[in-house]
């Protein structure tokens, strides 16, 4: 039996840590051959070059559509137009019978217009979600309706995506990936970590990561100042940070992170990426999260350590009980982080039961590809689902 061919597309590294172990399962598959196009953030020096991630993997890669080469207001606007055009050649020359997706940034969200327009269906990861302070929800959303087949990360966003109008056949409750990776990736040891990253962490330390808010009228880099004010007046703590992604103002608080750990060198220590065992071993061994990374309210629930989520990125989501939220200001911020290391928030942390755990969540993404892609009919137009009539 002939194979048929599964596009998976990355711009990230954080969708890449997660779309890894369902890469790696299809790269086993005996009925479906993989393509990886790899763009973004990946291929941007900027950002890390995080492609080398997908490379020392092991990952073949398909196909390189470099998109991140536009400056200004319409910056945004421009790089999903380009990426579109270059995503819809390659999808019709290559006729793929498929195009897996995770998330909602806007790189996916050209990628899924781009294999609509060329007739090839879609699979999407990790719909149904909210997040009110990112344009990223209204991206999520339209992939969404694009999407052929859903695998959401919990009951209640599965619920949602049936509500808007998604046939329940189609939807595939499969729990989150990130549960999945710090469940079964072997971490690195706390000597390990520090020895990889030059940076002693004999001490306790915080994790933060904190990305433009894209909704709304709020100001990166005045939200930045705020926080790494907080961070300055929080004692006892080294702070590993990770830089922000792509999106508008991404590359304005990034600088302003390297100039302020270069005057912390003793303190603070700031990284393009961590790559996904990196980052989910630092995860597990913090005192605190901070930020406004969607990893700190999906993720820290499973390693039960206490999290401050800060302004509105997030907003939306399913939070549990180890998360603090607060306004991006300064005292704000350092109210919630003495509160998150305290002896009492740290065992309600503890007990934390995250809502994401689907058990093999990879494998589970991967049987539903095999069994609906080999359908008579797999990919043909979508109908509106109304609910049951009565």
């Known amino acids: 039996m002939q194979k048929k061919t599964l596009a998976v597309v990355t711009g990230t590294r954080a969708e890449y840590g997660l779309l890894r172990p369902v890469i790696q399962k299809l790269l086993c598959s005996q009925t479906l051959r993989v393509q990886v196009l790899v763009t973004g953030a990946h291929l941007a020096p900027e950002y890390g070059s995080t492609v080398t991630e997908i490379e020392a993997d092991g990952v073949p890669i398909a196909a390189r ?13 421009d790089t999903v137009a380009c990426a579109i055009g270059q995503f819809s050649r390659w999808f019709w020359e290559q006729r793929p019978a498929c195009c897996l997706v995770l998330g909602d940034r806007y790189e996916i969200f050209a990628a899924a217009q781009a294999a609509a327009y060329a007739g090839v269906p879609v699979a999407h990861i990790s719909g149904g979600d909210v997040t009110l302070g990112a344009a990223d929800d209204w991206y999520r959303h339209c992939i969404t309706k694009i999407a052929h087949l859903h695998f959401p990360s919990c009951a209640e966003y599965a619920a949602r995506v049936v509500r808007m109008g998604e046939a329940p056949a189609t939807v595939f409750n499969v729990g989150g990936l990130g549960d999945e990776n710090i469940r079964t990736m072997k971490k690195m040891t706390r000597a390990e970590l520090g020895e990889s990253l030059g940076f002693e962490l004999v001490g306790p330390f915080g994790l933060v990561t904190f990305h433009p808010e894209t909704a709304g009228a709020a100001a990166p880099e005045a939200q930045m100042a705020e926080l790494l004010a907080a961070l300055d007046e929080t004692r006892g703590l080294k702070w590993l940070v990770t830089k922000a992604n792509a999106d508008a103002g991404g590359a304005a608080i990034n600088a302003m992170l390297d100039h302020w750990a270069a005057d912390r060198p003793e303190k603070a220590a700031v990284f393009a990426s961590l790559g996904v065992k990196r980052y989910l071993s630092a995860m597990g061994y913090a005192a605190v999260v901070a930020g406004n990374s969607s990893s700190g309210v999906v993720e820290t629930p499973t390693f039960g350590v206490p999290a401050v989520n800060i302004g509105t990125r997030q907003a939306g989501r399913i939070l549990c009980e180890n998360v603090l939220c607060c306004p991006a200001e300064k005292e704000a911020i350092g109210a919630a982080l003495r509160t998150a290391l305290t002896p009492a928030f740290r065992e309600k942390a503890r007990t934390a039961v995250s809502p ?35």
Do not use: C, H, M, Q
């Open 356 to 390: 994401y755990n689907g058990g093999d969540t990879s494998g589970r993404i991967v049987r539903v590809l095999e069994e609906k892609l080999l359908e008579p009919g797999f990919g043909a137009p979508k109908v509106f689902y109304d609910g049951e009539r009565g």
């Open 65 to 77: 559509i470099p998109i991140l080469k536009f400056r200004g207001p319409l910056a945004t606007a």
